[in-house]
């Protein structure tokens, strides 16, 4: 009889605001369709074993064992590899993200606009970037843009491998995922900048601020919380997500000497190449907790009570 009211009182205050509700589904379609079921299906599938071909078969958590104690390139490159990747240009993307936008808006006119456009650009045209500009660049002869530069000062003596050598590859596609990482985190944090309420830098100054700086950390920061927030975890999402860069520069799948085998390449290893679909989907979920915890680092830097 209670379970029956309460049932009663919530579809009555459902329809009340029903108008609310319709102008909301169709969000909560597309979120419950392409995140919530694919996370759930993920989720399921990592405790099976599936080749895309044969119904999934339960196997409990052969998986994961199998993942933390006995998959040698998940241990000694895939995971590895990625945490240096991800400690270097996620905060390092978000660090000069932060910083040219702060930059940016000390700009006066016209200026201000056309910069921060070929800041953001990069983030677009990648794809593109990576054929006509970074290829050519890092190419490994003599003729490649690079190497012909550094020969001509002297600075080496024979051409370097920048994107097949296995100690090099690395540096390369931090260098170039640095050089686009200016996207959506970098425009919410110009935004946050230039909607600070110019009254509280008056204020400021009255009670003993005296440079940019000390407005900087007293002032911006505490009051663009929520785009800091925003721009950290598109940083870690991004980050994170990122596998197809070592592939593309180097041309090679997998890269050389695993030496840019990051943990979004051994999921599409698994899944396309191997389809073992069950253990992609492991490789996977435990992608998404590391993507987790780390948002919720970002959570505590930047969050607030309320939030």
Known sequence: MGLGKGLTVMWSRVWAYRTS??????????????????????????????????PPRFIG???????IAQDLLFLKYALPNTFKFAVIVGPGGYAAAF?????????????QKWVALAMYT????????????????????????????????????????????????????????????MGVGFLAM???????????????RID??????????????????PQM???????????????????ELSGQNPTPEYAGHLIVNHINDYGFIRFEMGYAATVSVFLLILMYFANKLSWGLFGTKEE
């Open 21 to 54: 509700y319709l102008f909301i589904a169709p969000f909560l379609i597309c979120f419950a369709l392409f995140i919530v079921i694919p996370i759930v299906a993920a989720i399921g599938l990592s405790f099976t074993y599936y080749n895309g071909i044969e």
């Open 61 to 67: 958590w052969s998986n994961y064992q199998y993942l």
């Open 99 to 111: 910083l040219l936008a702060w930059l940016i808006s000390r700009l006066r006119g016209r200026y």
């Open 122 to 181: 990069p983030s677009l045209t990648i794809g593109i970037a990576m054929t006509i500009i970074w290829l050519p660049l890092l190419s490994g002869d003599r003729i490649g843009y690079l190497n012909s530069f550094l020969l001509r000062l002297g600075l080496i003596d024979v051409p370097k491998l920048w994107v097949t050598h296995p100690e090099l590859l690395m540096n390369s596609m931090i260098v170039v995922t640095l050089w686009s990482s």
């Open 190 to 204: 110009l935004a946050g900048i230039l909607n600070v309420d110019t009254t509280l830098y008056e204020a400021g």
């Open 208 to 225: 003993g601020i005296k440079n940019n700086l000390q407005e900087l950390w007293y002032i911006t920061i505490p009051s663009m919380k």
């Open 229 to 247: 927030l925003f721009g950290a975890v598109m940083a870690i999402v991004t980050t994170f997500k990122t596998g197809a860069i070592g592939v």
